[in-house]
C-alpha cells in the first residue's frame, strides 16, 4: 500500500472530518473509482489491444501480398484472423468506445462521476483481465483458430482441439461481464444524474447515443454469456448442445451468436453516431439539424438491431418466408440510418464549417459509413447474399462500417475531446496527417476488396492460386494496409509529441463548445463542477454564449462534495476471476506432474480464485465506506 | 416520463410515497400463496390432464409475475416508467429467442 496522507488540507477545522487516503502512482491507478481516471485506463488497454490486433491484420495482409505465399501457414494464419477480429471488436474499440463515454458523459450531463464508481473500477478490471487471458493463449498452446465467431461444429473439442477456443470462451466471458457492468452503470448514470433542467430531450447526442448503446448491452450480451456457457460446457464439461450425435443442434449457436451478434455491431456503431453528432455541430457553428428524428432514428435502429439476426444465416437454411422477413427487416435499418445522414449534410449546409482533424474525421465518415450502408443492402437482400456469402465482399462490407465508420468516429472523437481529457492539445497538423493516410489507405485496403469478393475470392483462405485475376487487387490492398498503419503510427507519434507540451489547454479550446464539459476546466478538477450547473436547453452552453453569458448558471449555492473512496477491491476481484478462469480451462489436463495435476483437476485453482473474488465482495458487503468529502474552503482555494 | 426521473438534487420533493396501509400487502400476499398452492394442487392431484396442468401452470405463472413485479418491485408505483419499458424490453427479446429456439432448432 502506498502512504497514506492524512487529508487535503488538514489546516481549518473540516466539518465532515473524514480523513481520505490518498494513492499515488500505480496504486493511484490501480485504486482509483474516478471516472475520468478510468476512462484513460479504458484507453490505454484498449489502445494496446488496438495495436495487437491491427499487427496482426498486418500479418494477415503480408500473408496475402501474393499468390501461394509461405510467410505464414495456415494454421497461423487461422488464428491470426480469429485473433485479429475478436480482439478489434471485443478488446480494441469497445474500451475506445468506453474510454470516451467514461470522460464525456458525466460532463456532458453535468455530473460529478457515474452512478456506481465503484462498479465503473469492476468493469475496467474484468475486460482487462479477460483481455489479457484471451492474447495469452498466443504463447500458451496455441490461439483460438474457429473464427472471431467460433461457429460450431469448428469450435466443437472435436475438431478444434487444442486450448485455443477455451482461450476465447472463458476470456470473452470475462471481458464481458465487464462491458455488461459498464453499461448498467451508463444507463443508471443517465437516468439519474442529469444537472437540473436536463430533460431526456436536451441531452447532448453523444448521451443520448451511449444510453441507447447501454440499453443494446443490457439486452444482448446475457445471450452471448449463454452461448459461451454452453460452449464452454460442451469442451470443457462433455455436454452436448452443439453435438449433433448427442442430438445436439449446431446452428443453435450460430443464433444464440449473432441474437448477441447483430446488436453487437450497432452496439458498435451508435457511440460513433453520437460523436460525429457531437462534432459536426461544434464545427459548423449550428445546432444539430434534426435532433428529435436523430433520438428517434437512434431508438428505431437499436430495436431493429435485434430484429435481424438471422440474415447472417441465409445460408443455412431456414426457409425462403424466415429469409424474405429477415431481408425486409434489414433493409429497413436503412431508413433510419438514412435519417442521421442527411441530418448531419443538413447541419453543414449553411453552417460556417471549420476543418479541423475532428471534424475532417467527422466529414470523412460520412461518404465512407453510406458505402458500407449501401454494400449492407445489398448484402441485405438474400438471394444476392447466396453469392456474396463468405467472399471478400462481406469482408469489404464490414471493415466500411467498423473502420471507415467506427474507427472514423472514434478518431474524431478522440481528437475533439483530448483536451479536455489530457489538457493538451493534440498537433493539428499531424492530426490532419493521420486522417489523409488513415483514409486514403484505408480505401485503398478494402475498396478493392469488394472487386475481389464479387470475382469469388472466398474470406478466410490463407493464400490462393496465381492468374485468377486477384493478385493485383491483393497487392493493392496489402500497401493500402501498410497506408493504414503509417496513419496510426502519426497518431501514436501526435500523442507522444503533444504529451511533452505543457498542458496549456483552455477551458473551450476549439472556441465554439456547446455542452457543458467546455464549462469546465481542461482537465477538469476531480469533483467536476464545483457548482452543479443549471440546464436552460439543448446545447447548454452554446445557449449560455448566445445570451450573452460567459459561464453556466449554478443550480446549487457551492457546499461539500462527496466523493467515493479509491478502493482495490475491484482489481481483487478480477484477478480472482481470471485465475478461477486458467483453473476451470485446465481442469482436464494432465500436467506430467502431480501437485499440478492435483491442484487443477481437483478444481482448486478455482476455488482459490473464486475464493479470492467473493472474499473481496465479503469485505464489500461487510466494510462500509461512507466516502469522504472536499470541503468548500479547499474548492475556494483557501 | 422526463419530469418524474431526472435531478438527484430535488429528490426529497419526488419520492413522496403514499404509506400504504399493511392491509394491501397481506392481500397480494396471500393471492401469491394461492396462486402457488393452485399450481402445486394442479400437479400433485394427478387427476388433471397433463396440457391442461401445463397451460395452467404457465397463466398462474404470468399473474405471479405481475404480482410480484407490480407489488414487491412497486412497478405499478409512479415514476417507474423507464423500468417498465426496460423490462418489457427484455421480455420481449427473450421471447425472440425463445421462439427462435422452438420453431427453428427444435421443432424444425
Known sequence: MAQAAQSLNPSPPL????????????????????????????????????????????????????????????????ELITMHGTTMIFLGVMPVIFALMNAVIPL??????????????????????????????????????????????????????????????????????????????????????????????????????????????LFAFPAITVGLVLLTFDRILGAN?????????????????????????????????????????????????????????????????????????????????????????TMLIAVPTGIKIFNWLFTMWGGQVRFTSPNLFAVGFIPTFTMGGVTGVMLASAPADFQFHDTYFVVA????????????????????????????????????????????????????????????????????????????????????AGLMGVGMLIFLTNIFLTSRKPADAADDPWGDGRTLEWTISSPPPEYNFK?????????????EKTSGHTAMTPAE???????????????????????????????RDDFGNAFMSFMFNNYLVTAIGLLITFGSMLVRSLYDDHGWHIEPEELEGR | MATEQHSPSDGAVKHRHRQEGPQRHIVVFVLSVVLTLIAFAAVAAGGVNATFAVILLLVMAVFQVILQMGFWMH????????????????????????????????WD
Open chain 1, 397 to 480: 462490407h464490414f471493415h466500411y462500417v467498423i473502420v471507415g465508420g467506427l474507427v472514423s468516429g472514434l478518431f474524431a472523437g478522440l481528437h475533439y475531446w483530448w483536451p479536455k481529457m489530457f489538457g493538451r492539445m493534440l498537433s493539428e497538423r499531424l492530426g490532419k496527417w493521420t486522417f489523409w493516410t488513415f483514409i486514403i489507405g484505408f480505401h485503398l485496403t478494402f475498396f478493392v476488396q469488394h472487386f475481389l469478393g464479387l470475382m469469388g475470392m472466398q474470406r478466410r483462405v490463407f493464400t490462393y492460386l496465381p492468374n485468377q485475376q486477384f493478385d493485383l487487387l491483393n497487392l493493392v490492398s496489402t500497401i493500402g
Open chain 1, 531 to 543: 457548482q452543479t450547473p443549471l440546464v436552460r436547453g439543448l446545447d447548454a452552453f452554446w445557449k
Open chain 1, 241 to 329: 448442445f452443439f453435438e449433433t450425435s448427442s442430438g445436439g443442434n449446431p446452428v443453435l449457436w450460430q443464433h444464440i451468436f449473432w441474437i448477441f451478434g447483430h446488436p453487437e455491431v450497432y452496439i458498435l456503431i451508435l457511440p460513433a453516431f453520437g460523436i460525429i453528432s457531437e462534432v459536426i455541430p461544434t464545427f459548423a457553428r449550428k445546432r444539430l439539424f434534426g435532433y428529435s428524428s436523430m433520438v428517434f432514428a437512434t431508438i428505431l435502429i437499436a430495436f431493429l438491431g435485434f430484429m435481424v439476426w438471422a440474415h447472417h444465416m441465409f445460408t443455412t437454411g431456414l426457409g425462403p418466408v424466415a429469409n424474405a422477413l429477415f431481408s425486409v427487416s
Open chain 1, 108 to 217: 456532458q450531463i453535468g455530473a460529478r462521476d457515474v452512478a456506481f464508481p465503484f462498479l465503473n473500477s469492476l468493469g475496467f478490471w474484468t475486460f482487462l483481465f479477460g483481455g489479457i487471458l484471451l492474447n495469452l493463449s498466443w504463447i500458451m498452446g496455441g490461439a483460438p483458430d474457429a473464427g472471431w465467431t467460433a461457429y460450431t461444429p469448428l469450435s466443437t473439442i472435436q475438431y478444434s482441439g487444442t486450448h485455443g477456443v477455451d482461450f476465447y470462451t472463458i476470456g470473452l466471458q470475462i471481458a464481458g461481464l465487464g462491458t455488461l457492468i459498464g453499461g448498467i452503470n451508463f444507463l443508471a448514470t443517465i437516468i439519474t444524474m442529469r444537472a437540473p433542467g436536463m430533460s431526456f430531450m436536451r441531452m447532448p447526442m453523444f448521451v443520448w447515443a451511449s444510453f441507447i448503446t447501454s440499453a443494446i448491452i
Open chain 1, 15 to 78: 466539518r465532515h472530518g473524514h480523513s481520505v487516503k490518498r494513492h499515488t502512482g500505480l496504486m493511484d491507478w490501480i485504486t482509483t473509482v474516478d471516472h475520468k481516471k478510468i476512462a484513460i485506463l479504458y484507453l490505454w488497454a484498449g489502445g494496446l489491444f488496438f495495436g495487437i490486433g491491427g499487427l496482426e491484420a498486418i500479418l494477415i495482409r503480408i500473408q496475402l501480398i501474393k499468390p501461394m505465399n509461405t510467410f505464414l501457414d495456415a494454421q497461423t494464419f487461422n
Open chain 1, 557 to 587: 449555492p457551492v457546499g461539500p462534495i462527496h466523493m467515493p473512496s479509491a478502493t482495490i477491491l475491484p482489481f481483487l476481484m478480477s484477478v480472482g476471476i481470471f485465475i478461477a478462469g486458467f483453473g476451470f480451462m485446465f481442469s
Open chain 2, 75 to 106: 412497478l405499478k408505483d409512479k415514476g417507474h416508467l423507464l423500468p417498465i419499458i426496460f423490462m418489457l424490453g427484455g421480455f420481449f427479446i427473450a421471447g425472440t429467442c425463445i421462439v427462435m429456439a422452438l420453431y427453428w432448432v427444435w
